[in-house]
């Protein structure tokens, strides 16, 4: 599985952007696909996850109210729709892939096998 972010940029604060995944090499239909984030002098954090097997979701408190995750199989693409930006939520966003997951570990980057190369997301206050 090869993965492609795109749809980083630059926004004020209360501004909307929605980054996308691309992935190819094989069918994801069956993967849990994650959004990661890292900020400058700071660690990868958690911030979305969707679970196609169970059709769940999950959230960093962080993204809760504000970021939603969605998939379209049928084109091989996850996408985060995030709304109400916050200067703080300027990092490098990642997407990820796990072919198999065990739901506790689900936050945990070295979880998933995949990663994608990763958009920047600057929010300006």
């Known amino acids: 599985v090869q993965l492609q972010a795109s749809g980083g940029g630059l926004v004020q604060a209360g501004g909307s952007l929605r980054p996308s995944c691309a992935a190819s090499?094989?069918?994801?239909?069956?993967?849990?696909m994650g959004w990661f984030r890292q900020a400058p002098g700071k660690e990868r954090e958690f911030v979305a996850a969707?679970?196609?097997?169970?059709?769940?979701?999950y959230y960093a408190d962080s993204a809760k109210g504000r970021f939603t995750i969605s998939r379209d199989n049928a084109k091989n693409t996850v996408h985060l729709q995030m709304n109400s930006l916050k200067p703080e939520d300027t990092a490098v966003y990642y997407c990820?892939?796990?072919?198999?997951?065990?739901?506790?570990?689900?936050?945990?980057?070295?979880?998933?096998?995949?990663w994608g190369q990763g958009t920047l997301v600057t929010v300006s206050s």
């Open positions: 990820a892939a796990a072919q198999r997951i065990i739901v506790s570990t689900i936050r945990f980057s070295s979880s998933y096998d995949y």
């Open positions: 969707n679970r196609w097997s169970a059709g769940t979701t």
């Open positions: 090499g094989r069918t994801y239909s069956g993967y849990t």
